[in-house]
Every structure is written in structure tokens, then in C-alpha cells.
């Protein structure tokens, strides 16, 4: 039988979660040496299926078939022993302990003493390892200092360390810089030609085309079609994802600007950034370009009075203001979106009705008590204009997918009807259809009057979306570009320091 | 056949009542096993019983859905009952002014706490450990190691008086924990105190003033504590540095038996009642049915462990 060729086979998968059907009948075949793109919107099912078959979740309904042979995966670790391992989108590392411990964390090599480490040989097979992957890290270096790159880089290594046959990615890229997916790329190349199979989970079409030989689509938890790599089409693939057709990614909106609402002036924290100098006007949307870890979420943060500047002022509407508090920025008409929604912005195991009016509670608020009636109004109409999928406003954010959490966030803020909106990596790890969604709502935003302020490491959106373009390097603008004037090779040479 | 939805929404009920279910499956026992437990004089007593932890126990459940611990409560309580006894037995004050300082001292030490724990981000289990011995000290050094007793009627009132049937202890409990309820579910307070609970920084960049809500609940709790000690020195007719021994033991029981998680986030006031009546239930019953005072002890372990098990395993944190 034709079974032979394929390493993987989940048949008729079905799993449902309190108030949601997670997957229907949902089936994927993964040939041996494969590149498989599992594709799809945010709540789709992807990330489900996967911790089926990792043994996070068990199944309802459906049957797992390895190498032929019909198995039952009862927790990650008989996923590890039989060949399957996983490369999350959220790092799993301990950031207290070394790379090496790491990565070989419950299989470290013995010392000849009983119940020691022999660590010596420890670094050593991590040095290995590391070289093999092109990666120059010590290995006795902390998780916690390497930067988010590097980190998800180690948990590369990590699960290739198992020598597993199926390998899962999930949104490997969206913390890589260009340059870092370059050598991702050749490493997965590499694993192909050994015959490890791959199942690669991710919003970034481009990628998948030049990476996978076959992209599946699941939609609302169903198959809904396949592309072969010899017949990829982009259209059709994102058709087939969202169930409509997606013309504009970017709209461009050319906005005559209006006065200079935000003006930030020579902003310095020792050792993140300096020499921080910059308008926004009414309408104008001002991209903020560069690398990882080059000080962007810094100065915003700075900004917004999350952390306190050494030196430098900020002045709303020629106005100098003082905000040492994000209570006082909130209060001065502006929004922040951070860039680690789960960490930052959300508060899991409460509602979305609760998180969306978190912000403005004092508004609904008579005396001390809450209005719910005020409150659910806000709620709902904030799900309403977002198009926010969650089956009740009283569903905890944490059963939704990320990009219906990210949706939540934004809510939060608009709610705020702030002059000034702050977003640190809008649209990571997001799908198409979301995206386009996020990107014309700050289109409409802009036009309604806001000026916007946007980091991105995706350059294709910072050149479509933004008015005016800074490139950060090193905590310093190493260049200013308006959006006639920029090009791709113009802001990488820039944020690279050149 | 019930339906695969129906199910669904019976195990949903199931779980968001089950203390509920379990106190009633535990009464329902005990009724059938003692012809004693379900007469009104034997029931009154039960929540007398725990009316002086409970209102402890309500000041806890703020503390735990933030996310922190308060281990001082006990030792507050003492301190808050010695005050109480001193003042009164000398007829320095009337008895509002005697309340209303025993809340006071409660409110400072907590407030002493709540400023360490979030302003200088002391550990709060490390902070209220160091505060127990201090608090406890306080109380022996103010009384030389010796109880005071012998009150006058009006202060006795409020520990064994009763208006109609319900001894005064129940009253200003069942007050403590209509407040509670009230201030959780419908004020700007009570929501802040749920989000930091959920996710601390996510409040803190959502405006909320983190620092400021922290030290005033670790103070709304050294408060309570203050005043559940005078109730006690007036239940007891003493004031005793050595009172509320390990109460914050008991407080804490009843917060997570009544379906609080410690990390924060989730939880409820009628559900430390719910706990804390589980546990006086329980002590009763053992009590009725004449088992060593031993056992009980162990019981009580043995719920709270079952609570907790029971909330991980049904957990909707995730599966």
C-alpha cells in the first residue's frame, strides 16, 4: 500500500473545548522528508491539532498513525520516544540556566558519580550542536541574556537535539531577523535531505511557498484544500483560508497630515537608547524600523511611562508633559499595544469583557460602582467593530485564538479613544486575514484623526502602512526615510548600521 | 440519552456550584447520621464558630486573588484584641472609638506590608512571615505575657450578644462578607484587584496604580484582622496575647476550599464563606459524632487537600 510513504497519518481528528469545536474531522497526511505548511487563520485549529499530536490534548474522536502503525500519545514525552517533537511560538526555555542545561534538560550526560552531571561533556555536545546549527553562543551562557532571536534559535537546537523524524515549527520566524531565517532555511533544507519530516505552522506565505513541497489549509477547524509545490498560488491559497478573496494587504492611505500632536525630544535611557528626536502629526502614521533587540520597544515603553527616561521631554500638542505612570499617558490620550500580548496585556483567566474595560473602568463607574449595562455596551461594541470571534464576552481570553486575543488588546485601547496610539509588533504572529483586518482599522484610525506610531520587523508593512519611516540602531535613528523615498534595501542597510 | 450539550451544560453548572454541592452533600450526610446537627441551636453554633476566622478569611480573599499571602493575620488579630481589651477595661474610649482603633492598629501593620511588598517588592510570604513574629511579639510585649479579662456588658455584646436569634458575631460577619461580595463584584476596586491578580504587569500598563491597590488591600486585611480580634476578645471575655494561633492557616483553607486560586486571578468572597462552612461543618460533625479531636485535625487537611485537588483536576485554566 501506498502507506509506506507516509511517516504521519491523523485521521478524522475531532476535539471539542467548553463552547467551541475545536476540529471536525480534520485529517493530515505527512510524507517521510517532507515539508508540510499547515496554514490557516488564527482559530483554525492548527495549534490544536498539533498538541494532539504531541499529546498535550487527546482527541475526541480519530486515530494517529505512525509509520503505519496506529499509536496513542498520551504526553509530549511519548511524542518525544516516538520521534515527534516540537518547536513552539511561545519560548519554553528557563531563562536562570544555560543554554547547555537547556537544551539537554532530563537527558544530561552522566558523571561517573551517581546522580552527577558530567559537564564537561555537557558543553561539549552543546558546542557540537550549536557549530552544526551555525550558531556562536557560549553554551554556558543564560537563556535570559540572549535575546529573543537567540532564544528561539536554542529552542531550535533543542528539538533537533531529540533527532526526531517529525519535527513541528510553529511561527519559527517571527521573532528572526532576515538574516536568521536565511540560515533556518538552510537548516531545514538540511534535515530534508536526511529524510526528517516537517510540519511547518505559519502566516508568512512567501516563506512557505519557497520552503514547503505541500500547504494544507484548515479552516474553522476543517480540512478545506491542499496546493502541491508546483502549483502554488497565493490567491488561492489565501481564498481558501479565509473563505473570501483579499485584495489590499496594505491600504495605503494617503492622509493630508494635520498639526504635530507628539514631538519627543533628545529621549535617553543609559545603556537602551539616546538621542531620541521625533514628530507625529494628526493623520500621519510614523513607522519604527530595525532590528531585534536595536532599543524600539525601549523608547516606546519609555514613552508611555511604563519605564522611567533619564533625560529628554515629550510634548502633546506643544505641550511639554510629564508621564512617569502609564496612568498619566492613558489620562493624556494615549494608547500603548505591547509586543508580548500574553505577558503584557491580557490578563488570561479573565474575560473579554473584563479586559476590554479595564482601561476605562473609571468611566463606567458612578461613585465606586461599575455600570455593567454602560460596560456592556462598550464590550459589545468594541467585538462588533473588531470583529472579535469568541463565542460569549464573558469567555475567558485565554480560550481564544491569538489573533482574536490581539483583537482584545486593541479593543482595550481604542476603547480609550486615545489621540495617540503606540503598537509594538501589531500584527506578529497573526494570520493574513487578521492582519489585513488590523491594518485597515488603523487605516480608518488615522483618517478619524490619530496619529500613529507603529514598530515593525516586517518590512513590507512598515513600507505600506507608514507615512514617514525611522530606522533604530543601536538605541540610536540611524535613519529617517518618508515613504516615497524608502526602499527595503534602503531600511536594512540602516538598521544593520551602515 | 442526554445530549452531548446538555451534558456539557450540566458539567458547567456542576462545576461553577460544586462547594456549594459538596457543603450540601456534606450536611445532607451529617443530618442523616446525627439526629443533633440539624436543629437550630447546634447550626447557630456552627457559624458562631467560624464567624471570627471568616471575617479574617474575607480580608484573605482579596489578599490571595491578587496573587499574594498575608501569614500575618493571626498575630494582627492578637494585637487587635489586646489593644481592645486594654481600652476597654480601662474605660479610656467609648466603644466605636475602641472599634474603630483596634481596625486602626490592624490597618497600619497591614499597611506596613502592603507598602514593603509593592514598593519594595518584597516577597509577600517572606514580608507577612516577618510581620507574624513581630505582631506577635507586639502582643506579648503589650500585655507582659498576661491576658486581660473582665468586661463590661456593652463590649461583651458584641461577642455574646445576639440580635433576635443570630449571635452578634454572625451579624458583623455576615456584614464583613456582604461588604466583601459588594466591593468585589461591583467596584472599580474590586475589578482592579481581579486583574492584578490575572496578570500584574498587563494592570500595570493598563493604567491601573499597582502599588497603591496592593497596599491597600494587605491594609483593608490587617484591618479586618484587627477587628475579628476584637470580636474574639469579646467571645472570649479575654484578651489574649496568644489568640489567633494559626488562624491564618484556617483563613487561608477556607479562600482556596471555597475555590480561590492562589496564583490569583479567580476566586470569589461567597465562596471563602462556602469554604469556611465546609470546614466548621466538618469539625462539627466530627465533633456530633464524637470523634477524637484529633482526627479532626487530619479532616481538615484532608478537605483542604481534596479541595485543592478537586480545583486543579476540573481547572479551566486549560486542559
Redesign the interface.
Known amino acids: 500500500m501506498i502507506k509506506n510513504d507516509f511517516i504521519l497519518q491523523m485521521k478524522d481528528i475531532s476535539k471539542?473545548f467548553?463552547g467551541v469545536q475545536a476540529l471536525s474531522n480534520v485529517n493530515l497526511n505527512l510524507k517521510k522528508g517532507e515539508v508540510l505548511a499547515l496554514v490557516g487563520e488564527n482559530g483554525a485549529g492548527k495549534s490544536t491539532l498539533m498538541k494532539i499530536l504531541l499529546g498535550v490534548?487527546q482527541p475526541d474522536a480519530g486515530d494517529i498513525l505512525i509509520k503505519g502503525n496506529k499509536e496513542v500519545v498520551h504526553n509530549p514525552n511519548t511524542a518525544l520516544h516516538k520521534g515527534i517533537s516540537m518547536i513552539h511560538q511561545e519560548l519554553t526555555l528557563i531563562s536562570q540556566r544555560s543554554i547547555a542545561e537547556n537544551i539537554w534538560i532530563g537527558r544530561e550526560p552522566k558523571a561517573s558519580i551517581p546522580c552527577f552531571i558530567n559537564w564537561k561533556e555537557l558543553y561539549n555536545k552543546t558546542e557540537h550542536l550549536l557549530e552544526s546549527l551555525e550558531l556562536d553562543f557560549n553554551p554556558r551562557k543564560l537563556v535570559r541574556d540572549l535575546s529573543v532571536a537567540g532564544q528561539q534559535m536554542v529552542e531550535i537546537a533543542r528539538a533537533l537535539s531529540y533527532n526526531a523524524e517529525i519535527i513541528i515549527m510553529d511561527e519559527p520566524t517571527s521573532a528572526l531577523t532576515e538574516v536568521e531565517v536565511e540560515r533556518l532555511f538552510r537548516i531545514i533544507n538540511g534535515l530534508k535531505s536526511v529524510k526528517v519530516s516537517l510540519i511547518y505552522i505559519s502566516h508568512k506565505i512567501d516563506e512557505i511557498f519557497e520552503l514547503a513541497d505541500r500547504a494544507m489549509v484548515l479552516r474553522d477547524g476543517q480540512n478545506v484544500g491542499e496546493q502541491e509545490h508546483g502549483q502554488f498560488d497565493k490567491k488561492n491559497l489565501i481564498s481558501m483560508m479565509v473563505g473570501r478573496d483579499i485584495t489590499a494587504f496594505f491600504p495605503k492611505k494617503k492622509l493630508p497630515p494635520g498639526d504635530v500632536v507628539f514631538e519627543a525630544k533628545n529621549l535617553r535611557i543609559k545603556g537602551s537608547f539616546e538621542n531620541i528626536s521625533f514628530k507625529v502629526r494628526e493623520r500621519e502614521m510614523l513607522g519604527i524600523a530595525g532590528l531585534m533587540g536595536a532599543g524600539r520597544t525601549e523608547i516606546v515603553r519609555a514613552i508611555?511611562g511604563?519605564d522611567k527616561l533619564d533625560s529628554g521631554e515629550i510634548y502633546l500638542n506643544g505641550n511639554a508633559a510629564n508621564i512617569s505612570?502609564?496612568?498619566q499617558?492613558?489620562q493624556k490620550g494615549i494608547g500603548?499595544i505591547?509586543e508580548d500580548r500574553k505577558?503584557?496585556?491580557?490578563?488570561?483567566?479573565?474575560s473579554v469583557k473584563?479586559n476590554i474595560s479595564?482601561?476605562i473602568?473609571?468611566e463606567f463607574?458612578r461613585k465606586?460602582?461599575?455600570s455593567k449595562s454602560a460596560e456592556l455596551n462598550n464590550c459589545q461594541n468594541m467585538i462588533k467593530l473588531l470583529s472579535i470571534r469568541t463565542p460569549h464576552y464573558n469567555q475567558?481570553v485565554?480560550f481564544l485564538s491569538g489573533g482574536n486575543q490581539q483583537k482584545v488588546v486593541l479593543a482595550?485601547w481604542l476603547s480609550t479613544k486615545p489621540r495617540i496610539l503606540i503598537l509594538d509588533e501589531p500584527t506578529r504572529g497573526i494570520d493574513v486575514g487578521a492582519k489585513a483586518e488590523i491594518h485597515r482599522l488603523m487605516s480608518n484610525l488615522a483618517e478619524e484623526g490619530l496619529a500613529i506610531i507603529m514598530i515593525s520587523s516586517e518590512l513590507p508593512e512598515i513600507l505600506g502602512m507608514s507615512d514617514r519611516i525611522i530606522v533604530i540602531h543601536g538605541g540610536r535613528i540611524k535613519g529617517e526615510f518618508s515613504r516615497e523615498d524608502a526602499t527595503q534595501e534602503k531600511i536594512l542597510e540602516c538598521a544593520v548600521g551602515n | 440519552m442526554i445530549s452531548?450539550e446538555a451534558r456539557?451544560r450540566i458539567g458547567?453548572i456542576l462545576y461553577r456550584y460544586k462547594m456549594i454541592l459538596i457543603l450540601l452533600a456534606i450536611v445532607l450526610f451529617l443530618s442523616i447520621a446525627s439526629n443533633v446537627f440539624l436543629t437550630s441551636g447546634n447550626l447557630i453554633n456552627v457559624v458562631k464558630q467560624i464567624s471570627v476566622i471568616s471575617i479574617v478569611a474575607v480580608g484573605m480573599t482579596f489578599v490571595i486573588l491578587t496573587g499574594g499571602i498575608d501569614l500575618s493575620v493571626g498575630a494582627v488579630l492578637a494585637v487587635g484584641g489586646v489593644i481592645a481589651a486594654r481600652m476597654t477595661k480601662n474605660e479610656i474610649a467609648p466603644l466605636f472609638v475602641v472599634i474603630l482603633t483596634a481596625c486602626a492598629t490592624g490597618g497600619v501593620l497591614g499597611f506596613i506590608n502592603g507598602t514593603l511588598v509593592s514598593r519594595l517588592k518584597v516577597p509577600p510570604f517572606v514580608m507577612t512571615l516577618g510581620m507574624m513574629s513581630i505582631a506577635r511579639g507586639i502582643s506579648y510585649v503589650y500585655t507582659e505575657g498576661r491576658p486581660i479579662v473582665n468586661f463590661s456588658k456593652n463590649f461583651l455584646f458584641i461577642g455574646q450578644g445576639s440580635i433576635w436569634v443570630i449571635p452578634m458575631p454572625v451579624v458583623i460577619m455576615l456584614s464583613i462578607v456582604v461588604l466583601g461580595v459588594i466591593v468585589l463584584n461591583?467596584?472599580?476596586?474590586g475589578?482592579?484587584v481581579?486583574?492584578i491578580?490575572?496578570?500584574t504587569?498587563?494592570?500595570?500598563?493598563?493604567?491601573?496604580?499597582v502599588e497603591w491597590i496592593l497596599t491597600f488591600v494587605y491594609t483593608l486585611v490587617g484591618a479586618l484582622a484587627g477587628l475579628a480580634g476584637l470580636v474574639l476578645t469579646a467571645r472570649l471575655n479575654a484578651g489574649q496575647p496568644q489568640a489567633g494561633l494559626s488562624y491564618e492557616l484556617d483563613a487561608i483553607a477556607a479562600v482556596v476550599i471555597g475555590g480561590t486560586?492562589l496564583s490569583g486571578?479567580?476566586g470569589s468572597v461567597s465562596g471563602t464563606l462556602v469554604g469556611a462552612l465546609i470546614i466548621g461543618i466538618i469539625n462539627n460533625g466530627l465533633n456530633l459524632l464524637n470523634v477524637d479531636p484529633f482526627y479532626q485535625l487530619i479532616a481538615k487537611g484532608v478537605v483542604i487537600c481534596g479541595a485543592v485537588i478537586l480545583d486543579t483536576q476540573t481547572s479551566?485554566?486549560?486542559?
Open positions: 471539542h467548553p490534548y508611555f511604563i505612570h502609564p496612568h499617558a492613558i500603548f505591547p505577558k503584557d496585556s491580557l490578563a488570561l483567566v479573565r473584563e479595564i482601561t473602568l473609571g463607574c465606586l460602582f461599575i475567558l485565554n482595550k | 452531548t456539557q458547567n461591583y467596584t472599580k476596586f475589578r482592579y481581579y486583574y491578580g490575572g496578570n504587569e498587563a494592570a500595570r500598563v493598563s493604567g491601573i496604580n486560586s486571578g479567580i479551566i485554566k486549560g486542559k
